[in-house]
């Protein structure tokens, strides 16, 4: 149990002890949200704000904090003192270093990890990438951040369904059919692959500003692979295949992977029932030739469903693969981890569901995040400065392995963690702020070792990794707990105590940053402890203590660093 949902507890009995008539007290729950860290540390480690007791007892805060001081009881977790209306809690550092690091080990590498998912399932919708279209930088956050969720719901003791969601429907495919038909070769798309393709779908927009008949072409050719036609399908399918096998050295890369690849295309034969659906129950309406569900109530433009041509969009297999996933799941979540432009979209089709009388519409989330831009510039593959991402991934292994030519010529896996590190440097500065926020990439900023990066997290393991093989050689008798009274070893306990709370936090809100920023700190105050303290003390049992500190911190930092996607190498 952690330190705040104790005291709320013990506050919860001295309440009640204190004053056992009244009515209307708070409970733990509560409690534990009124604790507060007091800014300055003097003020003690939690301070419990007794102005929120004043109506129900009738007695001013300063009075009522005196009392609930007096009668406090528990030496061994803390002392308790009265100050301006506030009850201030001073840990009793000795026990609650112990109590920690206890804990943390005891939990063997699964620090936080806990069963609230038991019998819950969250599918998640990320990556979802185009097919031919070169997997670029753009795609990076959807990826990363659903990744990250996906880790964390798994070790909340959910079930959690990967989905990615493939942009493979749309009369795009018939116009690059239309295009490799008429100028490309089987060898030459198979030699370049996705790059072959995309030059394909600009030669035929180019061309076609000319000759307007390509377009009619294109039509006939989705027509073709609407019908089922083999050759155009054979085709289709074989450009999937190319994309497919260019993403999946990214994912590689980036140690992701999916349950389920069902893209729109999947969608196209279970269509049918669900627009039947919303005609019988009333909801589609004509629009200038247009079927569409009316959202004006909800001030929203309307729904498209079905266009002029008789075509179905985007949200229509929206619609259809979220009714499919309740179905298929029975998901108590569904996340839809894409960027904040598509808003929009999801609102909507949120809506249509709702409308639709699906109780479990609102369990469908839209997880938005910002954009990203290089070094200051915005990307977009219009202007073709959109960047590849296995060709930034690699620069920034090659990157890293520079680095680490420089600063331990003589370690043996060099390959293997520049690796490591140039992938976590990329990763980690997209999952490093919030969300929803902007990103500006950087290399100067991402690799910086001592900076707040993924380097800089990587470092410190491998720094607790090196104390820990050299404590090895010692044999080390029982600790003396009081040896992790000093402030900075506190500070590092409180924050190792704290963690679970922080992946629980970043589970309710989608948002893997407070991971990131967690797992920072923790470095960070590792670090703190490292430079003031010799950890491998002339007295053993100090060591002792010391080394079990490191231990934890190792092991709560490896798990921290998996949660966001970032490998943890033991030496650097
Ligand atoms: N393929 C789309 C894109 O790249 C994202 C799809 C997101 N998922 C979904 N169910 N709509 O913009």
Known sequence: M??????????????????????????????????????????????????????????????????????????????????????????????????????????????????????????????????????????LSTTMIGHSLKRIFDYLGYRTVGINHLGDWGTQFGKMICAYKLWGTREQVEKGGVNALEALYVRFHKEAEADPTLEDQGRA????????????????????????????????????????????????????????????????????????????????PPCLIIKKDGATIYATRDITAAVYRQDTYHFDKCLYVVAYQQDLHFRQVFRVLEKMGYPWAKDCVHVSFGMISFEGQALSTRKGTSIHLDDLLREAVD????????????????????????????????????????IDFSWERALNFDGETGPYVQYTHARCCSVLRKAADLSLPEPDWAALSDDEAQALLRLLGRFPDVVNEAADKYEPSMVTRAVTDIAQAYNRFYYEHRILDDEPATAAARVLLTRAAREVIRTGLFLIGLEAPERM
């Open 2 to 139: 952690d330190m705040l949902t104790t005291i709320a507890g013990l506050t919860e009995d001295l309440l009640k002890e204190t004053y056992p008539e009244a009515q209307g007290l708070p409970a733990a729950d509560e409690l534990r949200n009124l604790l507060a860290v007091p800014p300055n540390p003097e003020m003690g480690d939690y301070a419990f704000p007794c102005f929120r007791l004043a109506k129900a007892l009738r007695m001013a805060p300063p009075k009522i904090a005196d009392a609930l001081a007096a009668a406090w009881h528990h030496p061994e977790t803390a002392r308790a003192e009265a100050l301006n209306g506030y009850l201030n809690f001073f840990l009793n550092r000795v026990n609650f270093g112990r109590d920690t690091v206890l804990a943390v080990l005891a939990a063997d590498g699964k620090w936080g990890a806990s069963t609230r998912g038991e019998g819950k399932t969250v599918c998640l919708d990320y990556s979802s990438i185009n097919i031919a279209k070169r997997f670029h930088i753009g795609h």
């Open 221 to 300: 050719w989705f027509k073709r692979i609407e019908d089922g036609d083999p050759e155009a399908l054979e085709i289709f399918n074989w450009f999937k295949e190319l994309t497919l096998k260019d993403a999946a050295r990214v994912y590689d890369l980036l140690g992701v992977s999916f349950d389920s690849y069902a893209g729109e295309s999947f969608y196209i034969d279970k269509m049918e029932p669900v627009i039947q659906s919303l005609r019988d129950k009333g909801l589609l309406t004509q629009s200038e030739g247009a079927w569409v569900v009316d959202l004006t109530e909800d001030n929203m």
């Open 399 to 438: 990157k890293a392995r520079a680095i680490i030519e420089e600063k331990s010529p003589g370690l043996e896996n060099k390959d293997e963690v520049a690796r490591q590190v140039g992938i976590g440097a990329v990763v980690y500065a997209d999952l490093s702020a919030n969300r929803i926020k902007d």
